[in-house]
């Protein structure tokens, strides 16, 4: 059973470009979110996505958006980056509720 | 202003050895909590998790704690192994929160000695 895959692995952008990160879940799972990780905020929630619907969102600007498809794929969007976007952005899908996230590669965006 | 990385907290253990990472949590309400590892380059691997109706599972090698009291989860690695070298952040799902949303602490890292 494959895992959770994220595109690209790696992205290097210029400040004020925008950017979208695809992920594919699990097959079979419905729930995908998005993380972002830095070194100085740690693992901090973006979005989350069931059954095409933005169930939970965190404390984020308006310049990131996502949205997921009807396969269950999500892609997540940055407008205008900023150099603190510069990140690993990553996804995670699960079955439900209570159920275990599993984690993709990331995708580490540089924003230079 | 300017970005400080956290400072983890770390752990050193011989190869052998039994390692106890510990977490607090913040959230009375949540009700499941997941431990991950997370090796450089890669992204956080699932090892064990818990529903807060519950105070102990096991799995292979490690074993995790839940203390709803004081809002405490421990991770028990027995016969740590330099594969097991990596960090460690337990995560918590809170009940009044719709969905899959999940909180994670800051981590631990555990370095293991051969």
């Known amino acids: 059973k494959a895992g959770v895959t994220q595109t690209p692995r790696y992205l290097i952008k210029t400040r004020g470009q925008q950017v979208t990160l695809s992920c594919s879940p699990i097959s079979g799972h419905r729930s995908v979110s998005w993380y972002q990780q830095t070194p100085g905020q740690g693992l901090q929630f973006l979005f989350e996505y069931f059954s095409e619907t933005q169930r939970n969102k965190g404390n984020f600007p308006g310049r990131f958006s996502g949205r997921q498809f009807s396969n269950s794929r999500s892609e997540m969007n940055v407008s205008t980056l900023e150099l603190g976007d510069s990140a690993l952005y990553l996804c995670a899908s699960s079955f439900g509720e209570n159920t275990e996230a599993f984690f993709g590669q990331g995708t580490r965006l540089t924003v230079v | ?114």
């Open chain 2, 1 to 114: 202003g300017e970005s400080v990385g956290l400072h983890l907290p770390t752990l050193s253990v011989q190869e052998g050895d039994n390692s106890i990472i510990n977490c607090a949590y913040s959230n009375s309400a949540s009700d499941y909590f997941i431990w991950y590892k997370q090796e450089s380059g890669k992204g956080p691997q699932f090892i064990i998790d818990i529903r807060s109706n519950m105070d102990k599972r096991q799995g292979q090698r490690v074993t995790v704690l839940l203390n709803k009291t004081v809002k405490h989860l421990s991770l028990q690695i027995a016969a740590t192994q330099p594969g097991d070298s990596a960090v460690y952040f337990c995560a918590e799902r809170p009940l009044d929160n719709q969905g899959g949303k999940l909180i994670f602490g800051q981590g631990t890292e555990l370095s293991v000695k051969p």
